[in-house]
């Protein structure tokens, strides 16, 4: 029997989820977790085979949740269950060790089939997901957008992945804050991305953090 914990912040969600798995022969939901923190607590309890995990809920995200889940739980696999395709979720969640991906409009019988095949190892995929990580791997594989960057971006990038405001940056490299606002400009161009928060995961992905 396929022990299965599900992580999801909408009640109707998890009830759909445990009645339909309920019809299973081999799969058998052991508890439910409405945020990511409750999540690991009952991981760390119940140790499942395979856990149902959202992503974006209160308290703790199902990012960070798996991160802890699969470091201290390294038998558990983690199958992200969520509405959402985009670059800031799926990159990092895989990264904190999702074995699988799969959104909310997969039929109920390609979740229990994703459950069966996590249990032994074995990782899905949504199709759209897949695509998507296709598509950035394989430019990634084909240019180093940081390259790009002079040594002194590079100390502006390591701040705003820090957290660090313009101000923050202006005083610690003392330049000014208009020479700040330029560095940043030019960064946000050169990685081809739209914010600091991009910025930002772009630099911790690529260990450009330190």
Known sequence: MIKVLLVDDHEMV??????????????EVVGEAKNGREGVRLAKALKPDVILMDLVMDEMNGIEATKI???????????????????????????????SYLLKTS???????????????EPVVESKVAGKMMSHYRKSSQTVLHDALTEREREVLSLI???KTN???????????????THVSNIFQKLEVEDRTQAAIYAIRNKLDD
């Open 69 to 99: 889940i699969t470091k201290q739980l390294p038998a558990t696999k983690v199958i992200v269950l969520t509405s959402f395709v985009d670059d800031e979720k799926v990159y990092p969640v895989i990264e904190a060790g999702a074995l």
């Open 107 to 121: 039929k109920a019988s390609n979740i229990a089939d994703a459950i069966r095949a996590a249990a032994i190892g």
């Open 14 to 27: 998890r009830m759909g989820l445990a009645a339909y798995l309920a019809t299973t022969e081999d799969i």
């Open 161 to 163: 992945a820090k957290g």
């Open 167 to 181: 101000q923050d940056i202006a005083d610690k490299l003392f330049i000014g804050i208009k020479t700040v606002k």
